[in-house]
C-alpha cells in the first residue's frame, strides 16, 4: 500500500486539548476545564477526550477529570472519554458517566515503563479486566498506541514491533488503535512505512493517528496517513499540552491547523474552525500563554 494522493470525503477528529493538552500545562481550574469543554462541544466536535483516571500522584492535572465529568453540560450528540489505565481506573471512569474509556500502553519497552510503570506485556494483562467489564456495561474501548516512531527511551521502534502491539491491543477488543508519535520525530516516509506494517494486521478503519509536533512534521505525517486511507486524526486545541513522561515532547497537532489543510483538501470535517480557534484563545488566556497553532494565530483578530 502507498500514497494515492486521492483524500477521503471526510474524516473525523477526536479533541484532545482538556486530556493531552491540559495534562501538561500548568493546573487550571475545574470551571476552566469545564469552560473548554462545553465550548468544543460546540464546534460540531463528534469526541472530546475530557480527562484521565490515572494516579493523581502521576498527574495531578488530572485529578479532577470526575468532578468535570460529572459537572459540565453534555452536548447529546458527542462522545466523551477518558483514559484509563487499569480497573481502579475504568470503576471510576464508569463512576462519573464517562462514554467511553481509552487503554493505552506503547510499542517500546522504555516509554511503557516510564509511563505506567510496567512491562507491555503487564499492560496487556492489566487492560484484559478493563476489557471484560467494559464488555458487560457495552462501553467502546479505544487504545492508544504510544512510541509508534521513535522512543524517548529506546531509540528507533521497528514498524513490526508497532504492528504486533496494535495487533494485541485489537485483540483485547479495542475498536481503534491511535497510533501516537509521542515524541513528534516521525517524517512522512517512516510514518508511511509504519502505518504499512500496521494495515497488514488490521484494517485501516479501524486505525487513528496521534501526531505530537515538536518537530513540526504533523501536519505532513497527518497528510500521509490520510493519503493511506485512514480517516481518524487526533488534534488538540491550540496545540496545547505534551506528555509528561516523554520529555520535552510539545502538543498534539493543533486541531486549528488539520482543520484549515481539511478545508483546503475539500475534507469534511463537521468541525467550525473559529468556535474552535475562539475556544483555544479562551484557554490559552488563562494559561498565559499563545496558542502554538498558526493558523490560530493567523485568525486572531
Ligand atoms: P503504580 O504506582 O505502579 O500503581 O502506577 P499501583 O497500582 O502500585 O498504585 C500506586 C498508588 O496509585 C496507589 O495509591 C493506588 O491506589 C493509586 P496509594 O496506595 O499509594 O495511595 N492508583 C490510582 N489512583 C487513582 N486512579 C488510578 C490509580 N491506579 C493506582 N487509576 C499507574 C501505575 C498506571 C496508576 C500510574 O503509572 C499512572 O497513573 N500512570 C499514568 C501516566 C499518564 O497518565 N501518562 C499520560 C497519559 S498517556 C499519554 O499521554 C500518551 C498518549 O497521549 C498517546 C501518545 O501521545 O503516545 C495516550
Ligand atoms: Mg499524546
Redesign the pocket.
Known sequence: MSATNKYPEKVTIVEMGAR?GL?NERVVSTNAKINLIEQLSETGLSHIEVG????????PQ?ADSKAVMERMIREPNVIYSA????L??FE?AMESGVDQVAI?TSASEGFCQN????SISESLERFAPIMEQAKQQNIPVRG?L??VVDCPYDGPTSPEQVASVAKDLLDLGCYEI?L?D?IGTGTPQRVSNMIQAVHKQIPISQLAV?F?DTWGQALANIHQAITMGITVIDTSVAGLGG???AKGASGNVATEDVLYMCQGLGIETGVDLNKVAQAGWAICKNLNKQPSSKVSLALRP
Open positions: 493531552d495534562q484521565s483516571f490515572v494516579s493523581p500522584k502521576w498527574v488530572m483514559l484509563t489505565p487499569n481502579q481506573g471510576k493505552f509511563n505506567i510503570n510496567c492508544y504510544s512510541c491511535s501516537g509521542t496521534h505530537h506528555c509528561p513522561y
